[in-house]
């Protein structure tokens, strides 16, 4: 795999160890979460209608299907939901966020 440059606003210390969190869409690296979720909100928007990234399902609403496709347990699904942008905390949510955390690190 390519390497790719990180985005994020922390600086890393000589020496230290940074966590790295990749896109599950398009694969670009970030050295914090916060960046992870920017990146996701402005280039992966969840708005209109389309064709699921993840599974290829035709949607109207595309933050709705990964809510439903997540609470059934598609883990992929489950992880997109941890990171999407606007959705209200829940406990549901904060178990998606720490699944995705997980998953995405490098």
């Known amino acids: 795999m390519p390497q790719r440059e990180m985005e994020g606003d922390s600086q890393e210390a000589e020496g230290e160890v940074m966590a790295v969190y990749m896109c599950p869409l398009c694969g670009r690296a970030f050295k914090s ?3 992870l979720k920017l990146h996701f909100g402005r280039a992966h928007p969840v708005d ?3 064709e699921c ?3 290829g399902r035709k949607y109207v609403d ?3 299907h990964i809510y439903n496709k997540a609470r059934l347990g598609d883990r992929a699904h489950r992880i997109a ?3 999407a942008p606007r959705s209200r905390e829940t406990p549901f949510k ?7 955390m997980e998953a995405l690190k490098v």
């Open 94 to 100: 904060r178990e998606c966020r720490e699944l995705a």
């Open 62 to 64: 595309l933050r709705r």
């Open 48 to 50: 209109g209608r389309g």
């Open 81 to 83: 939901y941890g990171i």
């Open 33 to 35: 979460f916060a960046a």
């Open 53 to 55: 990234p993840l599974c």
